[in-house]
């Protein structure tokens, strides 16, 4: 069974900062990214940062010079600092891990996710 574990969320001032982690575990596929995510009512899950295993980052613009994704050695614990934060920046965050697998000559991809961490941010 495949886990998926955030930690860090809370409230903060704006212009303050937080640090989100996460730890998968579980799976005996090929993790390929870790990734925040974020949700506010009534809105669509919007992707914030990934991370591969390589070392490559997205960053959605609107955190762009802000958010930092990280990783750890292993590559299975994902850390997103959160800097000069915004109001707007008030969401549930999810974490992401997403696993490959190749069977049948096809490569098969999993997503796992965590149950979210809530973020807000006062003005």
């Known amino acids: 069974q495949v886990h998926v574990e955030e930690s860090g969320g809370g409230l903060v001032q704006a212009g303050g900062s937080l640090r989100l982690s996460c730890t998968t575990s579980?799976?005996?596929?090929?993790?390929?990214?870790m990734a925040w995510y974020r949700q506010t009512p009534g809105k669509q899950r919007e992707l914030v940062a990934q991370?591969?295993?390589?070392?490559?980052?997205t960053y959605a613009d609107s955190v762009k010079g802000r958010f930092t994704i990280s990783s750890d050695r292993a590559k299975t614990t994902a850390y997103l600092q959160m800097n000069s934060l915004k109001s707007e920046d008030t969401a549930v965050y999810y974490c992401?891990?997403?696993?490959?697998?190749?069977?049948?000559?096809?490569?098969?991809?999993?997503?796992?996710w965590g149950q979210g961490t809530q973020v807000i941010v006062s003005s």
């Open positions: 991370i591969t295993v390589g070392g490559i980052t």
């Open positions: 992401n891990s997403r696993y490959s697998e190749f069977t049948g000559g096809r490569v098969f991809e999993y997503d796992y």
């Open positions: 579980g799976s005996r596929r090929t993790l390929n990214s």
